[in-house]
């Protein structure tokens, strides 16, 4: 019984000696504890997430059809990602348009014919001077004179579009036609009944009108047609044009 005593005093002693020390262990223990449990539940938190994403990525590619044609199956993955599957056919769209373009800016191959049929009785001079019979002094002639009778039809010697019908001082009755690609033609010396009007399409070989006299610079030459061809603007041989030679 003494011993207990004994004991239990020298217990008593020790823990009123040391029992902040031991409390502070405890607690410190407790602490490291909590911590890593703590730290264990957040990792397995994002093991979970992570094998999660990884199933629902899985169960999307398995979605894609197994098709032998891989460049087909990765325009299907773009799809599902996000990225429009219709990039390549929009860019080949545009690359159509784009060609498109091209092709319809390139100039249009004219198709020509005489206006009349009949011989040169002035030929076109260019820069040459020539002498005008009606006025009585040397000059360029800028289109030629084609010799017919009067009233016989005048065609369009290609197709486009009347842009004027007008009467002139110096050559009468004249009609304007407008090919594109900046080729006009000109048809001067006609009745004053035409067979067109202004902002009228017309196509290659349609009469528009007939052989006059009406041309007050020319009437000392035989009844002919006075035609002009201008390439952008400038006057140029109609008959080597309707040749193929200019």
Known sequence: MSNFKVGNSKFTRFVNGKGFYIALAIC???????????????????????????ASSQNITSSIPNWDDNNSAQQTEKTVVGVPASTSSSSSSSSSASS?????????KLVYTMPVNGSVATPFSGDKLTYDKTMGDWRT???????????????????????????????????????????????????????VKKGQAVNVGDVIGAVGETAEAEIAITPHLHFEIQKNGKNVDPLAIISGQA
């Open 28 to 54: 410190l223990v407790a602490i490291g504890t909590a911590a890593y449990i703590a730290v264990n539940n957040s990792i397995g938190v994002l093991d979970n997430v992570k094998s999660g994403n990884k």
């Open 100 to 108: 498109a373009t091209e092709r319809s800016s390139k100039t249009t």
């Open 141 to 195: 002639h800028n289109g030629v004179d084609l010799a017919a009778a009067e009233g016989t039809p005048v065609k369009a010697c290609a197709s486009g579009k009347v842009v004027e019908v007008k009467t002139d001082d110096l050559f009468g009755q004249e009609i304007v036609i407008d090919h594109g690609n900046g080729i006009k033609s000109i048809y001067a010396n006609l009745t004053s009944q035409v067979n």
